[in-house]
Each structure stands twice: as C-alpha cells, then as structure tokens.
C-alpha cells in the first residue's frame, strides 16, 4: 500500500484544522492517564513519566490526522500507547539505562492505596511488583497494559504489533510465570 | 482484608487479582497540561521567529528566488513546527477546562476520604 502524506495540521484548511483540534482534545482529555499510567510504569519515577507524557501527545498531534484517517473508526488508544512504548524504548537506549526506580519501590504502591491497604496488603504488592520487574520487557508491558489500563487482547496487540494470538500466549505465560515465581516464595 | 480476598487464595496466589490491586492507573500531575501547553506555545514562537528571522533577512533577489518551489525548504520546516505547536490553542481549553475539573477531583478525594 502506498505511504499516505503526513498531513500537518497547520496546512488544513481552518475549519478542517478545528475540527481536528476538537477532536485532538478528546483524545487527550481521554487518554492522558492512560498514557501517563503507561509512561510511570515503564520509567519509575514522577519526573520522567511527565516527560515522556509529553513528548508523546506532541508526536501524536503531529500525525494525529494521519493516525485518524488510518483507524477506520477504530479507537486510538493503541497507537498513542504505541508512541509511549517507542519513546519509552528510545529512553532507555539513548540514555543506557533502566528504571532510575524499580517497580518494585516505586511511590505509587504507597500513594495509591489507602492506609488500611497499605498496612494489610503492602507486602504481597511488594511482592507481585518485584516479580513483575523481573518479567522481560514485553510480558511485563503486556501486563501493564492489561491490568492499568484495562486494554483488552486486541488493543495490547495493536500497541504491540503482533497478532491476536500472540498476545494471549504472552499474557497467558506473564500471568503463568509470575504464579510460579510466587509460589516458589512460599 | 484477608489474604483470600486479596490475592492468597488456597495453595496459589491470584495474581491477576494482585496484579490489579499493583497497578491501579495512575491521575497524572495536574500541571501537566499546563507544560503541555507551554511547550507546544514555545514551539510556535520559535517557528514564527524563525520564519520572520528568515524574512526580514530576504533581498529582491532572494524574494524573487522564493517562487522556485526548490527553495521552500526552510519555510516550510518551519510551519512544520509551528504545526505541532498550533496546538496550543487547544491545551488553552485543556487547562481551563482542567481546573474547572479539579474542583470535581477534589470533592472526590475527599468524598474518598470521608469514613
């Protein structure tokens, strides 16, 4: 199929480019957590998840009508989660590093619960959470996706790229290792 | 809580039922869309002082040499960035339209709070 021309919204005509900010505004509206959930899982920290927050919703305004027209209809949320995972990956390449926080000690177990959950359930969080950092990185993006954002197979599989299929074998074998791993710790 | 409950259920932990209990989503900064929309204003005026740098700085004959469309290219790298950053426009709406929701946020939390 030949490429489509990357239409930047400066060049629609204006009532075509309001209709497309209008439009922009919903998908961030919508999605910011999602991609914000998304970011602070894959980097750790607070400061960095801003970042790559940003630099996400930038990129996709700038090939937002592109990505709208490709859809047929069909929601966004993949691809912008898409953009996030690209920029997440470029993150740790250009800069050699991983998470400057794990998952494991990350502030959200804290700042997300109440202090009844903390003080009951702090331990196994720990524990699935340090389980979870050591999954290689597309089962644990896999999870992430499914369990923060509640995506659905065929959403994480179009943030993915892969296929239907693949993408419930990877979930079904993330799920499965994290069992046996805290099994292993009783 | 008990550990059935919470994800220890028999002899083998529900890790799906851990899992969503670890990784609740997360409400972004509220300053964030302002740094959105900050960012997105600065793009603009670097494009637009940069196109009119770029004009100021045009002769006759660099001016008759613009209606070669080989020569477009500065300009038109420039409304690029000014593109993403046209944006800005709408993040003004994002952030009022935030902080009138904050408010809403807020009874929440505290609706949350409240025994």
């Known amino acids: 199929m030949p490429e489509k021309e990357n239409v930047e919204p400066s060049s629609l005509d204006p009532e075509a480019k309001a209709e497309l900010d209008r439009a922009f505004e919903d998908l961030y509206r919508t999605h910011l957590r999602d991609v914000y959930s998304y970011a602070y899982y894959r980097v750790g920290n607070q400061h960095d998840a801003e970042d790559l927050t940003e630099q996400a919703f930038l990129q996709a305004y700038r090939h937002f009508d592109r990505a709208r027209r490709e859809s047929d209809g069909r929601p966004l949320r993949p691809w912008l989660i898409r953009i996030a995972h690209n920029l997440a990956s470029n993150y740790y390449r250009d800069r050699s590093r991983r998470p400057q926080t794990s998952l494991e000690t990350a502030d959200p177990i804290v700042a997300r619960h109440g202090t009844e959950a903390i003080a009951e359930g702090r331990e196994e969080l720990r524990q699935v959470m340090a389980h979870l950092d050591r999954l290689s990185d597309d089962r644990r993006e896999a999870l992430i996706m499914r369990f923060a954002l509640g995506m659905d197979n065929r959403e994480i599989a179009r943030a993915l790229g892969r296929s239907d299929g693949a993408t419930k074998v990877l979930i079904h074998r993330a799920i499965k290792q994290l069992q046996e791993e805290m099994g292993d710790d009783e | ?115």
Not at chain 2, 51 to 61: F, K, Q, T
Request: glycine share 8%; net charge neutral.
């Open chain 2, 1 to 115: 809580m008990s550990e059935a409950n919470r994800g220890f259920a028999g002899s083998s932990w529900n890790v799906e039922h851990l899992l969503s209990d670890a990784l609740r989503p997360i409400e972004p900064p509220e300053r964030l869309s302002g740094r959105f929309e900050d960012t997105l204003a600065a793009v603009t005026q670097a494009a637009a002082e940069e196109l009119s740098d770029w004009a100021e700085e045009l002769s006759e004959s660099e001016l008759r040499a613009l209606r070669d469309p080989r020569n477009w290219v500065r300009p038109v790298v420039a409304m690029g960035a000014g593109g993403a950053a046209a944006g800005a426009l709408v993040v003004l709406e994002l952030r009022r339209r935030g902080r009138r929701e904050a408010k809403v946020g807020l009874r929440s939390l505290a609706d949350r709070i409240r025994p």
